[in-house]
Nanobody
Framework: QVQLVESGGGLVQAGGSLRLSCAAS????????MAWFRQAPGKEREFVAA?????YYADSVKGRFAIYRDNAKNTVYLQMNSLKPEDSGVYYC????????????????WGQGTQVTVSS
């Protein structure tokens, strides 16, 4: 089992930055893929970024977001720069024992989500 806890969401103006954190616990040595997804009201949960050994980004966030990890803290981060109102939503961290993918159905473990709101 793996437990994931996100933090770092909040309200920010367009053009601003936020850093989300995802702290993992439990059977973390078996994790080989982690990702961030987001969900806006009335929309499906969509892929944002994934990585562990290689990184992947949604086209909409390339060049603005970065996923990276701190092994000593068992934490994965999502640095979000140049935020836009369309980046608003609940951001979820996800993990799997196989390699990272961009498909939400591949992930077995999810955090509770953290709200990001970008005002115009």
């Amino acid at each position: 089992q793996v437990q994931l806890v996100e933090s770092g969401g909040g309200l920010v103006q367009a053009g601003g930055s936020l850093r989300l954190s995802c702290a993992a616990s439990g059977n973390i040595v078996s994790i080989n893929g982690m990702a961030w997804f987001r969900q806006a009201p009335g929309k499906e949960r969509e892929f944002v970024a994934a990585g562990f050994r290689a990184t992947y980004y949604a086209d909409s966030v390339k060049g603005r977001f970065a996923i990276y990890r701190d092994n000593a803290k068992n934490t994965v981060y999502l640095q979000m720069n140049s935020l836009k109102p369309e980046d608003s939503g609940v951001y979820y961290c996800a993990a799997r024992f196989l390699g990272a993918t961009m498909n939400r159905n591949d992930y077995n473990y999810w955090g509770q989500g953290t709200q990001v709101t970008v005002s115009s």
